[in-house]
């Protein structure tokens, strides 16, 4: 599957849209998390617990955003962004969204027209 967030895709050709496609998770911070954050705040430098579960929370987003577009027929998402909202005091929600669509090779489409028009 190919995610893109342009609006097109590099010697690809839109044939259909099939429209809005989105993944989600809503992930809380634990307390032993939030110990070792506190400490690393007080300290400085990068809160590598957080950095990790962020990650597989944009991961798992991802992969049912996917799944969702795999549902509808396509082959590609463009247009995807991240969105991200506090839910409650500790656990946040991430969010992906795109376009679902169907591509094909931009040089398979100009044959296809050119075989049309007798080249």
Request: contains cysteine.
């Amino acid at each position: 599957m190919i995610v893109v967030t342009t609006p097109d895709i590099a010697g690809k050709r839109i044939v259909k849209s099939l429209g809005l496609v989105r993944g989600a998770t809503v992930r809380a911070a634990n307390i032993g998390r939030d110990i070792l954050a506190i400490f690393r705040n007080m300290v400085g430098g990068e809160i590598e617990e957080y950095t990790k579960m962020l990650a597989e929370s944009r991961e798992q987003a991802l992969d049912r955003m996917i799944e969702a577009a795999q549902k509808l027929g396509a082959n590609a998402v463009v247009c995807a962004r991240y969105g991200t909202s506090n839910i409650s005091q500790g656990a946040a929600e991430i969010l992906i969204y795109g376009t679902a669509v169907i591509v094909e090779d931009a040089d398979v489409a100009e044959r296809a027209v050119g075989f049309q028009e007798g080249r």
